[in-house]
């Protein structure tokens, strides 16, 4: 169905271009929803799917009906779409939202929705990562619905999370094997799944194929479902001790904690071991077996132990 050239971009083949003449006038949206539809409207608008920006869209119709049905959308609540793309599902979302803010990074698909005038729906040319959630949503609780492109999703979610206007809640898709890492249980767990178990509750909700998207990517999907919690457990301000204890221990995962924690700055022989018993966490323990309560609780004993010297 599709080529990569060496930049990394999907080329459409002859076999998937439009054979109608290229009209001036935007596109409109076709009740057809297969591949070849979507494609038409990718031609007409000259633009080549980007791999750098995770330009693979969703033409199945079903799916998108299952994600905005996974964040059970209250009639006046506000969303955010991130990556709007072709429209898919921001048109899904305006239907069961009081309002839409989709924040697009692509000046031509976002000039494209404009131009569709969706009802109740405001497209914002952004990039997500530059994006001030609290300046964007005026402080009003808001949720997060999107198909987040692969190349900056883990960065999208943690950076929602650690707005100080977070959402209540997310429901994403992502690449299948970096929502597992996400929804990571001990003792498999991993930094990824400390920092956003840190802020909220995730789930695995459904796993989708590549024949969902135009053009197919080369990995498998799945929608994840994050409940932000209303407080976290660490304060903002004591984030980056707490995150340099937990890099050092999955830095060494290999290495007993009672060993690789002393990587981080200010841990030592000295205070990790006491603070690990105290915590009632087995210093010969890896980093993968711990839960989140674990981790906080061990921060909160090494916390005191530094306040003690
Ligand atoms: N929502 C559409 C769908 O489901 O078919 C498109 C999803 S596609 C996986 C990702 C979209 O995110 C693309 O439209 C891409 O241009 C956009 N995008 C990529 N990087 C972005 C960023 N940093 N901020 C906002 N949008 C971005």
Redesign the pocket.
């Known amino acids: 169905m599709s080529d990569r050239n060496d930049s990394g971009d999907y080329r459409i083949t002859t076999k998937n271009r439009h054979k109608r003449p290229i009209v001036s006038e935007t596109p409109r949206p076709q009740k057809k929803r297969e591949p070849s539809a979507w494609w038409s409207i990718l031609n007409e608008l000259g633009i080549q799917p980007?791999k750098a920006?995770?330009?693979?869209?969703?033409?199945d119709r079903a799916i998108?009906r299952r994600i905005a049905e996974s964040a059970e959308i209250a009639a006046g609540a506000l969303v955010v779409?991130?990556?709007?793309?072709?429209?898919?599902?921001?048109q899904e979302l305006a239907e069961r939202a009081g309002r839409v803010i989709a924040?697009?990074?692509?000046p031509r698909?976002a000039s494209y929705l404009r131009e569709r005038d969706l009802s109740h729906t405001e497209i914002v040319e952004?990039?997500?990562?530059q994006t001030d959630l609290r300046v964007l949503t005026g402080g009003e609780p808001y949720v997060v619905v999107?198909?987040?492109?692969?190349?900056?999703a883990t960065a999208?979610i943690t950076h929602l999370l650690e707005s100080s206007a977070p959402p209540a809640r997310l429901v994403v898709?992502v690449q299948r094997e970096v929502a597992e890492r996400i929804v990571a249980a001990p003792p498999s767990m991993n930094l990824l799944a400390v920092s956003v178990q840190l802020f909220g509750h995730p789930r695995m909700m459904f796993t989708i194929g590549p024949g969902a998207?135009v053009p197919a990517p080369t990995v498998e999907s799945a929608v994840i479902r994050i409940d932000v919690y209303d407080q976290s457990a660490i304060e903002p301000a004591e984030r980056k001790v707490f995150f340099q204890m937990v890099k050092a221990g999955f830095r060494q995962k290999r290495k007993q904690l009672a060993n690789a924690l002393t990587a981080a700055p200010g841990l030592n022989k000295e205070n990790v071991e006491p603070a690990l018993i105290a915590s009632g966490i087995d210093p010969t323990r890896r980093a993968q077996t711990l839960s989140l309560d674990d981790w906080v609780r061990l921060h909160g004993a090494l916390r005191g132990l530094r306040a003690d010297a």
Do not use: K, R
Not at 103 to 106: A, F, S, V, W
Not at 126 to 129: R, T
């Open positions: 980007s920006l995770g330009q693979n869209f969703l033409h998108v779409e991130i990556g709007p793309g072709l429209g898919v599902l921001t924040i697009e990074l692509d698909l952004s990039d997500i990562l999107a198909n987040l492109p692969y190349s900056v999208a898709m998207f």
